[in-house]
């Protein structure tokens, strides 16, 4: 267990959807990373916030925001879904933005349909 | 920018045989290095990682990796495979980027241990 936590599991939605998912970082983990995985893409970085403040930029869509709140839990919102948005969302979290050594939760699985 | 190789996307190895997993960067900065390991339906683990100093890396699970500057490689290895070690394998890179880590991760390689 690595202690970084994502709900829900899974999650079945329709095309033109919006979907929220979260994530609690390990306790003491200031810094949170969300990554996409699918398929075709592998991994993906999508998104850094640290002590609630947007850190850093990957592959994420005009589509998808995210935010991370004082208590320091994040969530991930997708909206507009289509098709090729069905993925494996990860959180991963660390202690500082320059260290990465993170850790990761067991992922949202996402289908859209 | 920086981007990462995983040349081979499928490895199959007989248990107890030795193993080597393959990566290689590119950077124009110095970087940081990882290899992360997925076993199903599970979230990503470091193995081990390279910060600085000696270029032999030892992780967890008995693997170790070698930084090699010259050839920009990183290569997993372990000199006895178990079943259990079947999973994904990722290598990462990460160079720091106005205080922030920049992270790409390769495309995996599957690890199939065959009994």
């Known amino acids: 267990d690595s202690g970084v936590t994502q709900t829900p599991k899974h999650l079945i939605t329709a095309t033109g959807q919006r979907v929220t998912l979260r994530c609690s970082p390990r306790s003491g983990d200031l810094s949170v990373y969300w990554y996409q995985q699918s398929l075709d893409q592998g991994l993906q970085f999508l998104i850094q916030?640290?002590?609630?403040?947007?850190?850093a930029k990957g592959n994420i869509l005009e589509r998808f925001s995210a935010q991370q709140f004082p208590d320091l839990h994040s969530e991930l919102n997708l909206s507009s879904l289509e098709l090729g948005d069905s993925a494996l969302y990860f959180c991963?979290?660390?202690?500082?933005?320059?260290?990465?050594?993170?850790?990761f939760g067991q992922g949202t699985r996402l289908t859209v349909v | 920018a920086q981007s990462v190789t995983q040349l081979d996307s499928q490895v199959p190895v007989f248990e107890e045989a030795p193993v080597e997993l393959r990566c290689n960067y590119s950077?124009?900065?110095?970087?940081?290095l990882f290899w992360y390991v997925q076993y199903p339906n599970q979230g990503l683990q470091l193995l081990l990682k390279?910060?600085?100093?000696?270029?032999l890396v030892k992780g967890i699970n008995g693997f170790e990796a070698e930084f090699n500057k010259s050839q920009t490689s990183f290569h997993l290895r372990k000199p006895s495979v178990h079943i259990s070690d079947t999973a994904e394998y990722f290598c990462a890179v990460t160079r720091r980027s106005g205080g922030y880590q920049k992270v790409t991760f390769g495309t995996g390689t599957k690890l199939q241990v065959i009994p």
């Open positions: 991963a979290s660390s202690d500082s933005p320059q260290a990465f050594e993170a850790f």
């Open positions: 950077s124009s900065v110095s970087v940081y």
């Open positions: 390279y910060l600085s100093g000696s270029t």
């Open positions: 916030y640290y002590n609630g403040e947007e850190r």
